[in-house]
């Protein structure tokens, strides 16, 4: 259960950045973020109330788990990628996005002191070769022609916010409902997204209203953020970040299906190529002997 939840994350954060590359020149980033998750609390909000109250000494409790979750998880990760994708391309944001397993990692063996073993380093190294043949397109020699600027640093900070906010998922509070803890989160994250939303209002970036803002706003409230993000926290919850980090790199094997689905794009021997790579490296990385 805990992979398909996974899975499923991965899946509906590929449309997520498509939505957000397509939609980069009618929203500003600070205004996406911010009604993406006011979208998100108001479709929390009748699950969350009848349980806020009973729940609330947890919460209380554990303000700092949660401030740190909203700033990393809600607030600079989806800012500093939608920032992101006003001045890169789809192709480096994904690969530079391929770093975060390596971040939650690194950041699971500081904290924790998670050790990985070597099936698990195969399984990682796996995937970032199919990730590879998918953004290379089956070309090694094109990583010469690949050019990166200041929006593929953000995409890296991004990438590392994601790690820490993955790994603080490991000190979950116990008795606290999934739903309650995303709520919470939300409030903190945009609470610490204000200044940010200020700042852009001020220098005249508003978004525009219309069926397009409106149908991408829904998706990434509704689906990317209530939906994904409570299958990727309850998945995390049950394999531990080290593992459950592996299934960032479905995001461009789903991005490549959507695509041929949705855009009529030919499917590619390097494509197939990258998905069985990706695939065979998370099975290696989650798989357990049994005796």
């Known amino acids: 259960m805990p992979y398909l939840l996974l899975t499923l994350s991965a899946l509906i ?14 929203i500003p980033p600070a205004g996406f973020v911010f009604w993406r998750w006011v979208v998100a609390l108001v ?10 109250r009973r729940e609330w000494p947890i919460v209380r409790a554990n303000l ?13 990760f989806n800012f ?7 001045y890169t391309t789809a192709i480096n944001a994904a690969l530079v996005n391929s770093a975060i397993p390596i971040f939650i990692l690194m950041f699971a063996r500081i904290f924790y002191g998670q ?5 698990q380093h195969v399984g990682i190294a796996l995937s970032l070769i199919g990730v590879a043949a998918i953004i290379l397109r089956g070309d090694p020699s094109r990583i010469l022609t690949l050019s990166f600027n ?5 995409v890296l900070l991004a990438a590392i916010a994601w790690g820490l906010y993955s790994v603080a998922i490991k000190r979950y509070p116990q008795g606290l409902n999934p739903f309650v803890f995303l709520f919470s989160i939300t409030v903190a994250g945009l609470l610490l997204l204000i200044p940010f939303y200020a700042w852009e209002i001020a220098q005249g970036q508003l978004m525009t209203l219309n069926q397009p803002t409106v149908l991408s706003i829904a998706y990434v409230g509704i689906l990317a953020s209530v939906v994904a993000f409570t299958a990727w926290n309850h998945g995390l919850r049950q394999i531990g970040p080290h593992i459950g980090g592996q299934f960032v790199h479905l995001m ?5 299906i959507l695509a041929v689905i949705f855009l009529g794009e030919r ?13 065979a490296g998370i099975l290696c990385a989650t798989y357990k002997i049994r005796a």
């Open 13 to 26: 954060w590929s449309g997520n950045f498509v939505i957000s590359r397509a939609m980069n020149n009618v």
């Open 43 to 52: 479709v929390l909000l009748p699950v969350v109330l009848p349980r806020l």
């Open 64 to 76: 700092g788990l949660i401030a740190v979750c909203g700033l990393f998880g809600v607030t600079l």
């Open 80 to 86: 500093l990628i939608y920032t992101a994708m006003h």
């Open 115 to 119: 050790r990985v073993v070597l099936r």
């Open 150 to 154: 200041h929006g593929d640093l953000l």
């Open 252 to 256: 461009p094997a789903f991005s490549t």
């Open 267 to 279: 499917l590619q021997s390097f494509h197939v190529a990258g998905i069985v790579l990706i695939s």
